[in-house]
């Protein structure tokens, strides 16, 4: 009952945060040089006939808070126009696209969670010691290499070298999407990883010392139980926070990994879009992208309630 | 050396020879021998630093990673040192459990009270729920006012019991008790000392009690060691530690207990030991010259209640309570935690708004001429500035007209020296400071600004025995040279020693009011009666018995 009325109220905030990025969105038309129906008719030439059916049809000719309603109207039903690039629907654009970049941000989460966090606590655990250095050492080179470069690098070793993974494309099917994502996601992941690691690393070394468990310890307590329920669970609260705006990020940042596998996703999409001028491309992939990281944020914090009953006391009180 | 030693085979824990290195090779603990035969009470007796804590972690196997154990520690017939963890591990829990001493951090607190006891309870379902029950109310809460609650929704005595019942859940041969009571009310502390002892009798379990408190540790054990900086001070019979010790160090520690059916002189250690110190006197004989009846301060029908967050109750502080304090006398209030006493401070200190009622001071008495010394003395000095910046911060504050820098410098000096301190440590940071030198920094500071009142919120609570006396009698001084003070404890001994009237606070009333005298020697109210029944006697029938109260959900400790 009460979880119901606090995701009731994160659902009404994120429409309201979507109404401001809408609005914002709607008026690039207008804050983009050039004119709107200019924008609109693309790089061509245009008649003086063809932008007077333009302004009829997006119904420039009326005030701006009519025209933001009816593009909002539009919008509402997933329609965002059509691209002005190759006269496609944007919407069924949009849905071909995202699912290649929600499969990639999902793969790079769960690989992110199985690398980050058992090196991570295992680190923290042994904060000082040969394991901790070592990972710490590993990641954060791991981290100071540019994507693309960690991206070429297996590229080169699992694709070509050792012909493990495909080098382009994005597959049908479960497992041949899988075995296609793999070397992307790995990329995306390894972006990351020294973040979480540090994250999960310094946490893990705070409860390690912690009373609880040296009491744990003391009176028996199962190593598996000390792992998991104490560490694994006690790391996991600041994780999830961060794990949602790195979801954010996976879903907005992934230009440079789609180029170099050649996957067909939204981040491509956005930047043609963009230096195409592409507006109507531009609106739908933006508020789509936004929608994503709020849910990602709210799926954080709805992880956040679930890991720590004091939180949960405290939010649904 | 400890009388265990004739028969080792039967001893249930023998250490020989116990050192603890650092990294740096310096020993933490050197040469601790003692033993333990099963269903024995054994105390360990020291102050902070002497490494009873240390010597119980290397007992247990359970030493930080950066220290290491040399010597022999042997479970029955089990090495300790050196020992795989892989071996240590399956015997701990029954043979050899461990109970900390800060029931706030002890239970891991994203698990409820019975998944706490099932990590090491057997079976599964209702047979472990059975199982689970029985535990808890073995430790004298009723298991559905425990059972499915977090660590955080409890009080610390319910804590602390729930703690014991997880330690003792595979009956283990030997406990080892860190404190165990140390972070307790005091009649919290005693029921629960009193639920060891049961517990340890139906057991017939042998008991490690780490304690720095003498009294407890005679009332409740057979044989004491007592440790000082890593080492073995003295060990023997208890009864050799009631009669006052063998050892100098041992009769300085007896000396620095503060007793409750009398004032004293003098309460420095070294003045008691020469025995004039601990002559008793008159209790009213410290206010200093214009001590009277006129009010300083006054307090009229005092209320606070603060809003509980979210749907809960709101919390009643402070219920119209009303006092008096006259000009150059001493006003103790005394309470537990949970009596309002903090908040009483923090009202008449102006840190906190009233709900209503009014604290008023004499007309010519400003705001700052009230000074204060809290409990932590850690956490009260700015750790990046010198004491001597500190301290001059404070004269330049009070003085308001610019003084020459030599000016400053004398005046910080000489109240260094009153408060028992060298000038020298105008120089020094707080970091190099032990805590009772902090707490008297703490003091200079207040005394600088020249005070009319000083409200002091447990100043000595976190401070050791001895530490304690050197800053009484510091506070003590400043009294007999004219100050008035509103002296805050939870410790009947000390509210003796340093107040002239009392208040006893008890959920935000006044339950009872009068002069320190009659109240501890004849309390009228049941509940000074029991506060009083619970400051440890040194006894075994102090120990012995039933609890004095059976506790409630949150209210207790």
């Known amino acids: 009952m009460k979880i119901a009325v606090w995701l009731g109220r994160r659902l009404i905030a994120i429409v309201l945060q979507l109404l401001i990025i809408s609005f914002l969105t709607f008026s690039l038309l207008f804050l983009m040089p050039g004119s709107p129906e200019q924008i609109l008719i693309g790089p061509n030439p245009a008649t003086a006939e063809q932008l007077e059916s333009i302004r009829e049809r997006y119904g420039l000719n009326e005030p701006f808070l009519a025209q933001y309603a009816d593009w909002l109207g539009a919008a509402v039903h997933l329609d965002f126009g059509t691209s002005i690039a190759n006269g496609e629907e944007v919407s069924s654009l949009l849905i071909e696209r995202s699912g290649v970049t929600v499969s990639l941000a999902i793969y790079a989460i769960v690989l992110l969670l199985l690398l980050a966090v058992p090196l991570g606590l295992v680190a923290g655990a042994r904060a000082g010691g040969t394991a901790d250095r070592v990972i710490s050492a590993v990641t954060t080179m791991l981290v100071s290499a540019p994507a693309f470069a960690t991206g070429l690098l297996l590229l080169y070793v699992f694709g070509v070298v050792l012909r493990w993974f495909p080098i382009f494309g994005f597959g049908s099917g479960f497992t041949d999407v899988v075995w296609h994502l793999t070397l992307p996601a790995a990329t995306l992941a390894i972006a990351v990883i020294a973040l979480i690691v540090r994250q999960t690393r310094a946490v893990a070394a705070t409860i390690v010392r912690s009373d609880y468990v040296l009491f744990g310890r003391a009176r028996g307590v199962a190593p598996w139980t000390i792992w998991t329920r104490y560490l694994l669970r006690g790391s996991s609260m600041p994780l999830v926070t961060s794990m949602g705006l790195v979801l954010g990020f996976f879903l907005t940042g992934t230009v440079v990994v789609e180029r170099l596998f050649s996957i067909p996703g939204l981040g491509s999409l956005l930047i043609n879009a963009v230096s195409t001028k592409d507006l109507p491309v531009v609106q739908g992939a933006t508020i789509l992208v936004s929608f994503f990281v709020l849910l990602a944020n709210l799926l954080a914090d709805a992880s956040h309630l679930a890991v720590d009953p004091r939180v949960r006391k405290a939010v649904l009180a | ?557």
């Not at chain 2, 461990?98 to 891991?108: A, G, H, I, R, S």
């Not at chain 2, 057979?222 to 100098?248: C, F, N, P, T, Y």
């Open chain 2, 1 to 557: 050396m400890a009388s265990g030693n004739g028969r080792p085979g039967a001893d249930l824990l023998s250490v020989e020879g116990l050192r603890v290195t650092g990294h740096d090779g310096a020993a933490l603990v050197d040469d601790v021998t003692f033993s333990i035969r099963p269903g024995e009470t054994v105390a360990l007796v020291g102050e902070s630093g002497s490494g009873k804590s240390l010597t119980a972690k290397a007992i247990a196997g359970l030493l930080p990673r950066n220290l290491t154990a040399s010597g022999s520690i042997r479970w029955r017939e089990t090495e300790v040192v050196g020992a795989r963890e892989r071996v240590l591990r399956t015997l701990r829990g029954p043979q050899v459990s461990m109970l900390l001493q800060d029931p706030f951090t002890l239970l891991n607190p994203l698990t409820p009270v019975w998944r706490t006891l099932a990590e090491t309870l057997p079976g599964r379902g209702a047979e472990l729920r059975l199982l689970i029950s029985e535990r808890i109310s073995d430790v004298g809460i009723e298991p559905a006012r425990a059972r499915d609650r977090y660590p955080w929704e409890l009080s610390g005595g319910m804590r602390q019991r729930i703690g014991l019942a997880a330690a003792l859940s595979q009956s283990p041969a030997l406990l080892l008790a860190d404190e165990p009571t140390t972070a307790l009310d005091a009649t919290t502390q005693r029921d629960v000392l009193r639920l060891i002892h049961r517990l340890q009798r139906g057991h017939g379990m042998a008991m490690l009690l780490i304690t720095h408190d003498l009294r407890i540790a005679t009332s409740m054990s057979d044989r004491v060691v007592v440790m000082a900086k890593g080492g073995i001070v003295e060990s023997g019979d208890v009864d050799d530690l009631r009669s006052g010790g063998r050892q100098e160090y041992t009769r300085r520690l007896w000396a620095a207990q503060l007793p409750v059916d009398r004032r004293l002189a003098d309460l420095r250690v070294e003045a008691r030991l020469d025995g004039a110190g601990a002559a008793p006197v008159p209790d009213a004989a410290t206010g200093g010259a214009g001590a009277g009846t006129t009010p300083i301060l006054v307090v009229r029908e005092l209320s606070k209640s603060f809003a509980a967050r979210g749907h809960g109750e709101g919390v009643q502080a402070l219920d119209r309570v009303g006092l008096e304090l006259a000009r150059g006398r001493s006003l103790g209030v005394i309470g537990e935690s949970g009596s309002g006493k903090t908040t009483l401070a923090r009202c008449i200190l102006g840190l906190e708004q009233p709900t209503s009622g009014t604290v008023e001071l004499t007309p010519g008495i400003a705001r700052r001429q009230v000074q204060c010394v809290f409990q932590d003395p850690y956490s009260s000095l700015n750790p990046s500035h010198s004491i001597g910046f500190a301290l001059a911060e404070a004269v330049r504050h009070r003085a308001g007209a610019p003084l020459s820098r030599r000016e400053v410098a004398a005046e910080i000096a000489a109240t260094l020296h009153s408060v028992g301190l060298d000038a020298s440590f105008a120089r020094r940071r707080p970091e190099t400071l032990s805590g009772g030198q902090r707490q008297r920094v703490a003091i200079a500071r207040a005394l600088l600004l020249r005070p009319e009142i000083l409200v002091c919120d447990e100043p000595v609570a976190a401070l050791d025995l001895t530490v304690q006396s050197q800053v009484l009698q510091v506070l003590r001084d400043a009294q007999a040279g004219g100050l008035s003070m509103v002296f805050i404890t939870h410790d009947m001994s000390v509210a003796r020693q340093l107040t002239d009237e009392v208040i006893v606070l008890h959920k935000g009333r006044i339950v009872e009011t009068g002069p320190t005298a009659s109240v501890l020697d004849d309390p009228q109210h049941e509940y000074t009666a029991r506060l009083l029944a619970s400051v440890p006697s040194g006894d075994r029938e102090w120990i012995a018995g039933p609890p004095l109260q059976r506790t409630g959900a949150m209210t207790d400790g």
